[in-house]
């Protein structure tokens, strides 16, 4: 059971360039998330999905795209690579609707933008 | 709207101290209440959550955390603190009407001095 897997690790793109982060979890949840993790700043929201088909924008979505054509696969797509894109990325999941249930995270991807 | 403020970038203790990282939320309607902890160049893992019920929640580690409505707190606190604590720490709100969606605190930088 791997959990949530993220790749790459890491990621350096010219401005301009487009790339997508693989995100895939093995726990059959519903419920999964992009966020952005900025120093000092806590995590910002981007996108989210409650199921295969469903998608919906977070606190921060500019800039993104997301699909979700699967219960495992939650990829996110950056068309046009900015420096304001620079951050950690991380992609979590959890296992139902209820606000009360544990999000896993996965160790993330360093993405910087020059 | 929901919102969560940690008081202090940066908390330094020595080993065997008291740990207390202190979290303030704002919700107009019952919270959920949420500290995940980051270990270095890894992603967010959960120590405790309060949904409802008993207000001391204890968590992994020998971590707990108490809500109190009176004063919109949910500090974080370890009676002594080991070498192996040092991390970052988040306090996240969600709440009935959210779907699982999380507001992240900035975060608290836990330092443990030998």
Known sequence: NAGVTQTPKFRILKIGQSMTLQCTQDMNHNYMYWYRQ????????IYYSVGAGITDKGEVPNGYNVSRSTTE?????LELAAPSQTSVYFCASSGGSSSTDT?????????TVL | AQSVTQLGSHVSVSEGALVLLRCNYSSSVPPYLFWYVQYPNQGL?????????ATLVKGINGFEAEFKK????FHLTKP??????????????????????LIFGQGTELSVKP
Do not use: W
């Not at chain 2, 893992?45 to 019920?53: A, E, P, R, V």
């Open chain 1, 38 to 45: 900025d120093p000092g700043m806590g995590l910002k929201l």
């Open chain 1, 73 to 77: 696969d939650f990829p996110l797509r």
């Open chain 1, 103 to 111: 999000q896993y995270f996965g160790p993330g991807t360093r993405l």
């Open chain 2, 45 to 53: 893992q959960l120590l405790l959550k309060y949904t409802t019920g």
């Open chain 2, 70 to 73: 009176s004063e919109t707190s």
């Open chain 2, 80 to 101: 002594s603190a080991h070498m192996s604590d040092a991390a970052e720490y988040f306090c996240a709100v969600s709440n009935n009407n959210q779907g699982g969606k």
